[in-house]
Protein backbone atom coordinates (compact mmCIF):
# COMPACT_ATOMS: atom_id res chain seq x y z
CA UNK A 1 0.00 0.00 0.00
CA UNK A 2 2.95 2.48 1.02
CA UNK A 3 4.55 2.01 -2.71
CA UNK A 4 1.51 2.31 -4.36
CA UNK A 5 1.18 5.64 -2.53
CA UNK A 6 4.23 6.67 -3.36
CA UNK A 7 4.32 5.61 -6.36
CA UNK A 8 0.92 8.00 -7.43
CA UNK A 9 2.54 10.80 -6.09
CA UNK A 10 5.68 10.30 -7.67
CA UNK A 11 3.54 10.08 -11.01
CA UNK A 12 1.54 13.60 -10.15
CA UNK A 13 3.65 15.56 -9.26
CA UNK A 14 6.65 15.15 -12.04
CA UNK A 15 3.38 14.89 -14.14
CA UNK A 16 1.82 18.03 -13.90
CA UNK A 17 4.74 19.93 -13.47
CA UNK A 18 6.13 18.22 -17.09
CA UNK A 19 2.94 19.76 -18.25
CA UNK A 20 2.90 22.67 -16.80
CA UNK A 21 6.30 23.52 -18.32
CA UNK A 22 5.92 22.48 -21.30
CA UNK A 23 2.56 24.84 -21.82
CA UNK A 24 4.86 28.07 -20.14
CA UNK A 25 7.59 26.73 -23.04
CA UNK A 26 5.17 27.04 -25.64
CA UNK A 27 3.56 30.12 -24.73
CA UNK A 28 7.02 32.04 -24.15
CA UNK A 29 8.23 30.80 -27.53
CA UNK A 30 4.45 31.69 -29.28
CA UNK A 31 5.47 34.76 -27.97
CA UNK A 32 8.65 35.60 -29.69
CA UNK A 33 7.34 34.87 -32.41
CA UNK A 34 4.80 38.03 -32.03
CA UNK A 35 7.68 40.24 -31.06
CA UNK A 36 6.53 40.42 -27.48
CA UNK A 37 10.41 40.28 -26.03
CA UNK A 38 9.58 38.57 -22.81
CA UNK A 39 12.78 36.11 -23.37
CA UNK A 40 15.28 39.02 -23.00
CA UNK A 41 12.98 40.79 -20.50
CA UNK A 42 13.16 37.91 -18.21
CA UNK A 43 16.72 36.90 -18.64
CA UNK A 44 17.55 40.83 -18.00
CA UNK A 45 15.68 40.45 -15.00
CA UNK A 46 17.89 37.21 -13.50
CA UNK A 47 21.16 39.14 -14.49
CA UNK A 48 19.72 42.42 -12.56
CA UNK A 49 18.83 39.48 -9.82
CA UNK A 50 21.93 38.22 -9.59
CA UNK A 51 24.09 41.82 -9.89
CA UNK A 52 22.08 43.38 -6.98
CA UNK A 53 23.39 40.18 -4.80
CA UNK A 54 26.10 41.38 -2.50
CA UNK A 55 25.93 38.40 -0.54
CA UNK A 56 29.39 35.96 0.60
CA UNK A 57 28.10 32.96 -1.44
CA UNK A 58 26.95 35.54 -4.23
CA UNK A 59 30.61 37.06 -4.22
CA UNK A 60 32.34 33.91 -4.11
CA UNK A 61 29.94 32.40 -6.76
CA UNK A 62 31.39 35.65 -9.30
CA UNK A 63 34.86 35.33 -8.73
CA UNK A 64 34.16 31.35 -9.72
CA UNK A 65 31.93 32.27 -12.56
CA UNK A 66 33.90 35.47 -13.85
CA UNK A 67 32.63 36.58 -16.92
CA UNK A 68 29.43 34.56 -17.48
CA UNK A 69 27.52 36.62 -15.61
CA UNK A 70 24.66 34.52 -13.77
CA UNK A 71 24.44 32.22 -16.39
CA UNK A 72 26.10 29.44 -13.72
CA UNK A 73 25.33 31.01 -10.61
CA UNK A 74 24.45 29.09 -7.41
CA UNK A 75 20.63 29.62 -7.12
CA UNK A 76 18.59 29.94 -3.90
CA UNK A 77 14.90 30.70 -2.79
CA UNK A 78 16.36 34.64 -2.28
CA UNK A 79 16.30 34.82 -5.51
CA UNK A 80 13.88 33.28 -7.36
CA UNK A 81 11.77 35.41 -4.92
CA UNK A 82 12.63 38.56 -6.71
CA UNK A 83 11.91 37.19 -10.72
CA UNK A 84 8.44 38.92 -10.44
CA UNK A 85 8.13 39.21 -14.42
CA UNK A 86 8.95 34.89 -14.10
CA UNK A 87 6.66 34.60 -11.71
CA UNK A 88 3.85 36.34 -13.02
CA UNK A 89 4.53 34.57 -17.27
CA UNK A 90 4.17 31.01 -15.29
CA UNK A 91 1.16 31.82 -13.19
CA UNK A 92 0.27 33.67 -16.33
CA UNK A 93 0.61 29.88 -18.28
CA UNK A 94 -1.00 27.89 -15.65
CA UNK A 95 -4.14 30.21 -15.98
CA UNK A 96 -4.06 30.08 -20.09
CA UNK A 97 -3.17 26.57 -20.17
CA UNK A 98 -5.45 25.35 -17.51
CA UNK A 99 -4.50 21.53 -16.94
CA UNK A 100 -7.69 20.38 -16.81
CA UNK A 101 -11.40 21.37 -17.61
CA UNK A 102 -13.08 20.23 -14.71
CA UNK A 103 -11.52 19.43 -11.19
CA UNK A 104 -12.09 18.46 -7.64
CA UNK A 105 -15.27 15.40 -8.76
CA UNK A 106 -17.08 14.41 -6.06
CA UNK A 107 -20.25 11.69 -5.83
CA UNK A 108 -23.02 12.34 -3.70
CA UNK A 109 -23.34 9.43 -1.43
CA UNK A 110 -25.79 10.61 1.30
CA UNK A 111 -29.27 8.87 0.75
CA UNK A 112 -31.02 12.41 1.04
CA UNK A 113 -28.28 14.17 -1.44
CA UNK A 114 -27.20 17.32 -1.19
CA UNK A 115 -28.91 21.04 -1.12
CA UNK A 116 -26.74 23.76 -1.90
CA UNK A 117 -27.98 27.09 -0.23
CA UNK A 118 -29.94 28.52 -3.39
CA UNK A 119 -32.41 25.30 -2.88
CA UNK A 120 -30.97 23.21 -6.07
CA UNK A 121 -30.86 19.44 -5.03
CA UNK A 122 -28.25 16.49 -5.99
CA UNK A 123 -29.24 13.12 -5.87
CA UNK A 124 -27.46 10.43 -4.11
CA UNK A 125 -25.09 8.93 -7.43
CA UNK A 126 -24.78 12.59 -8.79
CA UNK A 127 -20.87 13.35 -9.84
CA UNK A 128 -20.51 17.11 -9.17
CA UNK A 129 -16.91 18.85 -10.77
CA UNK A 130 -15.40 22.29 -10.76
CA UNK A 131 -15.26 24.29 -14.35
CA UNK A 132 -11.50 25.16 -13.67
CA UNK A 133 -10.91 25.98 -17.33
CA UNK A 134 -14.54 27.92 -17.58
CA UNK A 135 -13.30 30.11 -14.59
CA UNK A 136 -10.07 30.86 -15.76
CA UNK A 137 -11.14 32.19 -18.96
CA UNK A 138 -14.07 34.21 -17.37
CA UNK A 139 -14.17 37.55 -18.82
CA UNK A 140 -15.60 39.04 -15.48
CA UNK A 141 -12.42 37.66 -13.60
CA UNK A 142 -9.73 37.88 -16.34
CA UNK A 143 -10.06 40.82 -18.86
CA UNK A 144 -9.47 39.60 -22.31
CA UNK A 145 -9.00 36.50 -20.73
CA UNK A 146 -8.27 34.85 -24.59
CA UNK A 147 -4.95 36.68 -24.43
CA UNK A 148 -2.21 35.55 -23.09
CA UNK A 149 -0.72 38.75 -20.91
CA UNK A 150 2.75 37.95 -19.39
CA UNK A 151 2.69 40.33 -17.23
CA UNK A 152 -0.95 40.51 -16.20
CA UNK A 153 0.01 39.06 -12.09
CA UNK A 154 3.00 41.52 -12.16
CA UNK A 155 4.35 42.97 -9.16
CA UNK A 156 6.35 45.80 -9.52
CA UNK A 157 9.83 46.65 -7.68
CA UNK A 158 7.80 48.14 -5.26
CA UNK A 159 6.72 44.98 -3.67
CA UNK A 160 2.73 45.71 -4.48
CA UNK A 161 0.01 43.09 -5.34
CA UNK A 162 2.69 40.67 -3.92
CA UNK A 163 0.13 38.06 -3.22
CA UNK A 164 -1.97 38.52 -6.31
CA UNK A 165 1.25 37.39 -8.05
CA UNK A 166 2.57 34.05 -6.12
CA UNK A 167 2.01 31.22 -8.08
CA UNK A 168 1.37 29.77 -5.06
CA UNK A 169 -1.38 31.80 -3.35
CA UNK A 170 -4.54 30.00 -4.22
CA UNK A 171 -7.98 31.99 -4.73
CA UNK A 172 -11.45 31.04 -5.32
CA UNK A 173 -10.63 32.41 -8.84
CA UNK A 174 -6.91 30.79 -9.52
CA UNK A 175 -7.50 27.12 -9.26
CA UNK A 176 -4.53 25.56 -10.66
CA UNK A 177 -3.28 24.36 -7.33
CA UNK A 178 -6.92 23.83 -6.50
CA UNK A 179 -8.22 25.86 -2.90
CA UNK A 180 -9.12 25.52 0.67
CA UNK A 181 -7.50 22.46 2.70
CA UNK A 182 -7.31 19.89 -0.31
CA UNK A 183 -5.15 22.79 -2.25
CA UNK A 184 -1.98 20.99 -3.20
CA UNK A 185 0.65 20.70 -0.45
CA UNK A 186 3.50 20.41 -3.19
CA UNK A 187 2.64 24.00 -4.82
CA UNK A 188 5.47 25.43 -2.98
CA UNK A 189 7.89 23.18 -4.60
CA UNK A 190 6.46 22.87 -7.79
CA UNK A 191 6.75 27.06 -8.02
CA UNK A 192 10.65 27.14 -7.28
CA UNK A 193 10.84 24.18 -9.71
CA UNK A 194 9.28 26.08 -12.44
CA UNK A 195 10.88 29.38 -11.31
CA UNK A 196 14.47 28.22 -11.25
CA UNK A 197 13.48 25.92 -14.65
CA UNK A 198 12.59 28.81 -16.53
CA UNK A 199 15.14 31.26 -15.74
CA UNK A 200 18.21 28.52 -16.20
CA UNK A 201 16.40 28.03 -19.58
CA UNK A 202 16.13 31.66 -20.79
CA UNK A 203 19.64 32.32 -19.16
CA UNK A 204 21.63 29.43 -20.80
CA UNK A 205 19.49 28.51 -24.08
CA UNK A 206 18.09 30.15 -27.37
CA UNK A 207 14.57 28.62 -28.79
CA UNK A 208 13.68 29.51 -32.54
CA UNK A 209 10.30 31.24 -32.28
CA UNK A 210 7.52 29.81 -33.72
CA UNK A 211 3.71 29.81 -33.35
CA UNK A 212 2.60 27.33 -30.95
CA UNK A 213 1.13 23.84 -32.37
CA UNK A 214 -2.79 22.75 -31.71
CA UNK A 215 -2.88 21.75 -27.98
CA UNK A 216 -4.54 17.89 -27.25
CA UNK A 217 -7.34 17.19 -25.33
CA UNK A 218 -7.69 13.63 -23.88
CA UNK A 219 -11.34 14.08 -22.30
CA UNK A 220 -11.02 16.71 -19.62
CA UNK A 221 -7.56 17.01 -19.70
CA UNK A 222 -5.19 19.52 -21.70
CA UNK A 223 -2.36 18.79 -23.12
CA UNK A 224 0.56 20.12 -25.13
CA UNK A 225 1.07 19.30 -28.58
CA UNK A 226 3.37 15.95 -28.09
CA UNK A 227 4.29 15.58 -31.71
CA UNK A 228 5.66 18.99 -32.05
CA UNK A 229 9.31 20.03 -31.82
CA UNK A 230 11.70 23.00 -30.95
CA UNK A 231 14.82 24.49 -32.09
CA UNK A 232 16.77 24.99 -29.40
CA UNK A 233 20.45 25.64 -29.00
CA UNK A 234 23.11 26.78 -26.55
CA UNK A 235 23.46 30.37 -25.75
CA UNK A 236 26.07 31.94 -28.04
CA UNK A 237 26.79 35.10 -26.32
Known sequence: MLVTRLLAL?????????????????SLVHCESQGLGYWAAMREEVEKVFASDESEEATESKKHYQGQGARWMRWNKSHTAQMNLIESF???????????????KRMIVD????RFKNGVNLKQGTVSAI?????????????????????????GDDGSQARKASIQTTSDYFLAFGAGKHACPGRFFASQ????????????YEI??????????FGSS????????????????
Open 193 to 204: HLKLLMAFIVMN
Open 222 to 237: HMPNMAAGLTIRARQC
Open 90 to 104: LKESLRYNTDTNLEC
Open 131 to 155: PIWQIHHDPDLYPQPEEFDARRFYQ
Open 10 to 26: NFVGNRTSSVAFTHAIW
Open 208 to 217: QPVSRPDDEW
Open 111 to 114: PAGY
